[in-house]
């Protein structure tokens, strides 16, 4: 499985940004799609999640205010990122986990920054 992730860019607070990822070779299988992000100095953390039936889930920090949806039609993961604040700057990581295995694949990062 190979991951594309786009969209980041420099805001500022309170703006929004989409972000994008497209999944490509054995994506068959695939079972949660998920958004992860690390901001400088910190550890990845989880953001966001959608599983293959549809449910989604979010961290506290951004409950409310981010919204992951996907498209399958295209392969598509997406991203919507409103009311963003400067502690939001990162880089934003996609990934899935396919298979009985659970095997986690990742995406390149892209960049967001929110200046206040």
């Known amino acids: 499985v190979q991951l594309q992730a786009s969209g980041g860019g420099l805001v500022q607070a309170g703006e929004s940004l989409r972000l994008s990822c497209v999944a490509s070779g054995s994506i068959s299988g695939i079972i949660t799609q998920n958004w992860y992000r690390q901001a400088p100095g910190k550890e990845r953390e989880w953001v966001a999640g959608i599983t293959n039936g549809g449910r989604t889930s979010y961290a506290d920090s951004v409950k409310g205010r981010f919204t992951i949806s996907r498209d399958n039609t295209k392969n598509m993961v997406y991203l919507q990122m409103n009311s963003l604040k400067p502690e939001d700057t990162a880089v934003y990581y996609c990934?899935?986990?396919?298979?009985?295995?659970?095997?986690?694949?990742w995406g390149q990062g892209t960049l967001v920054t929110v200046s206040s």
């Open positions: 990934n899935v986990d396919r298979g009985p295995l659970r095997i986690v694949y």
